[in-house]
């Protein structure tokens, strides 16, 4: 299991941007696919965006942030962030990081895949 801590929320208008940063406790953070998700009131947990282990060479990003939202890693700081640009008020929700499978030959989004969470951090959109 990983320990996975996110920061970096906040409130923005619409049009504008945030980074999110989670940090993995553990050395073996660079075997595992990492996910974003997230969480409006009312709703069910969503895919935002995957990157695969290690390298990070392949990502996925749902329909609805796809050319706004960058995922990226940095596993010497044994970190993943989530650039959003462009937000928009519908994208207000809870975020939250998640550590998928380990060594994985397929960029999952599922979210019964992911077993390891972070508490999550709020992103709010005025408009």
């Known amino acids: 299991q990983v320990q996975l801590v996110e920061s970096g929320g906040g409130l923005v208008q619409a049009g504008g941007s945030l980074r999110l940063s989670c940090a993995a406790s553990g050395r073996t953070f660079s075997s595992y696919t990492m996910g974003w998700f997230r969480q409006a009131p009312g709703k069910e947990r969503e895919f935002v965006a995957a990157?695969?282990?290690?390298?990070?060479?392949?990502?996925k990003y749902a329909d609805s942030v796809k050319g706004r939202f960058t995922t990226s890693r940095d596993n010497a700081k044994n970190t993943v962030y989530l650039q959003m640009n462009s937000l928009k008020p519908e994208d207000t929700a809870v975020y939250y990081c998640?550590?998928?499978?380990?060594?994985?030959?397929?960029?999952?989004?599922?979210?019964?895949?992911?077993?390891?969470w972070g508490q999550g951090t709020q992103v709010t959109v005025s408009s």
């Open positions: 998640a550590a998928g499978p380990a060594y994985s030959l397929i960029l999952t989004t599922r979210v019964d895949d992911f077993g390891s």
């Open positions: 990157i695969s282990w290690r390298s990070g060479s392949s990502t």
